[in-house]
């Protein structure tokens, strides 16, 4: 867990931004909710970007990519009931900025990116702010991480075309993951649970992801 986050200029547009995009739109886990308000954001995004890190939209973060809005990595952190022992996957790690907050959140955290700079990039802010329960793979992550499963929990943050079956697989007996699931303008986040060694989805709202591109999501020619 993180132990070296001063506070910073910003603390106040976080109290706003969790008072009103989050708190306000009915996210209920407290433990997300201080977490979102202890996180800096800003630390996230390019110096160009600074001034926008609390605002209810995604910001730009290279190679084509982006930092998802704050409100739905809160309906995502939410969905999962996640716990303080949890060993958790994610797929897509970019900024770094959800991995902070699971890492705040929980035990263990492995986060796949399959972009080379973006992954160190994501690990060199993660480390600058003192998060040592992270590790950051390198790799195509639709596939998951067979090594380190089963997982108590799985965040994945690029859109598939449906539920990647070796990610189902990797979820211990009743664990949660949540998942963009749809084409590419505009998908639905899905909240998976395996229940007796099946999946139950239960739809959580509409969205719009950057893709999966891997084995188990699109092909690079999809975008
Ligand atoms: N949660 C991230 C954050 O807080 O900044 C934002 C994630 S961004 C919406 C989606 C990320 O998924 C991109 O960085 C993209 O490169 C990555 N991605 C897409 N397909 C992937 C795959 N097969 N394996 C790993 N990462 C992938």
Request: charged fraction near 20%; aromatic fraction near 6%; hydrophobic fraction near 40%.
């Amino acid at each position: 867990m993180a132990t070296q986050i001063h506070p910073d200029g910003y603390a106040g547009e976080r109290q706003i931004m969790v008072a009103s995009q989050l708190r306000g739109r009915g996210i209920r886990d407290q433990r997300v909710l201080d977490a979102m308000a202890r996180v800096p954001r800003h630390e996230f995004v390019a110096d160009e970007y600074r001034e926008q890190a609390y605002e209810d939209h995604p910001i730009p973060i290279g190679e084509g990519q982006t930092v998802s809005q704050p409100y739905i990595v809160a309906v995502t952190l939410d969905a999962l009931s996640l716990q303080p022992s949890f060993k958790v996957l994610e797929i897509g790690t970019g900024s770094g900025y959800q991995t902070a907050l699971l890492a705040e959140l929980c035990r263990e955290v492995y986060s796949v990116e399959r972009h080379a700079p973006l992954a160190r990039n994501a690990e060199a802010t993660l480390a600058r702010l003192g998060y040592n329960n992270v590790s950051v793979i390198v790799g195509d992550g639709s596939q998951g991480l067979p090594a380190m499963a089963p997982f108590d929990a799985i965040v994945v943050s690029a859109a598939a075309p449906q539920i990647p079956t070796p990610l189902f697989e990797q979820l211990r007996e009743g664990a949660r993951m949540v998942i963009p699931v749809g084409p590419p303008q505009a998908q639905e986040l899905q909240l998976v649970w395996k229940q007796d060694g099946r999946p139950t989805v239960q739809s959580l709202d509409g969205c719009r992801f950057v893709l999966l591109i891997g084995g188990q999501g699109y092909s690079s020619s999809s975008w």
